[in-house]
């Protein structure tokens, strides 16, 4: 069974208001960035590497908040999700470490549990906040440097992540 890390980048926080400008898969050592202009072509290419990679287990940080949105963004463009349920049992390492029900509380980001793990985060890294501005910038004035951060950002999310997975597996608190 193939297990990918996945994460997003998208234009806020509502799947009924924004969309999607990144999508990141890690599958062992191979990172596959994923973005275009049109979201239907993105996500349609998102379905397809899934199904090419033979990805059956998704695995992520918060991955509640991302599989909502291609969930409901696919609807929105009337995309079929092929083998939908499978997918129902993703690994959501967020929920994992906040205990049952995964509520947000202070410190229960990304960085903030790989700080506590020692896994790297650059003082200047940027940060999902920043995501919006930085496709607008790329998508109104062809901005290819705040395109570059996009990419950049989502590739570090997705080793922070995988990191974060196998310390996770390594120290019992996911089987595989």
């Given at each position: 069974m193939a297990k990918a890390i996945i994460d997003i980048e998208t234009t806020g926080l509502n799947p009924m208001e924004h969309r999607i400008v990144a999508i990141g898969v890690k599958l062992g050592d191979r990172d596959i960035?994923?973005?275009?202009?049109?979201?239907?072509?993105?996500?349609?290419?998102?379905?397809?590497?899934?199904?090419k990679e033979g990805i059956e287990k998704i695995i992520g940080f918060n991955i509640d908040f991302d599989w909502q949105f291609l969930k409901l963004r696919?609807?929105?463009?009337?995309l079929k999700i092929k083998h939908f349920r499978k997918y129902q049992g993703r690994v959501d390492l967020r929920q994992?470490?906040?205990?049952?029900g995964?509520?947000?509380?202070?410190?229960?980001?990304?960085?903030?549990?790989?700080?506590?793990?020692?896994?790297?985060?650059?003082?200047?890294?940027?940060?999902?906040?920043?995501?919006?501005?930085?496709?607008?910038?790329?998508?109104?004035e062809g901005d290819e440097e705040?395109?570059?951060?996009?990419?950049?950002?989502?590739?570090?999310?997705?080793e922070r992540t995988w990191e974060l997975y196998k310390i996770?597996?390594?120290c019992g608190l996911i089987e595989e």
């Open positions: 960035i994923l973005m275009d202009e049109s979201e239907y072509y993105l996500l349609v290419n998102f379905w397809d590497t899934v199904e696919s609807l929105y463009h009337r994992i470490l906040n205990g049952s995964g509520q947000y509380r202070k410190g229960t980001k990304l960085v903030d549990y790989c700080r506590f793990l020692g896994i790297d985060v650059p003082e200047d890294d940027a940060n999902g906040s920043e995501i919006p501005e930085l496709w607008e910038k790329f998508e109104e705040a395109k570059r951060k996009i990419c950049e950002h989502l590739k570090r999310d997705l996770l597996v390594d």
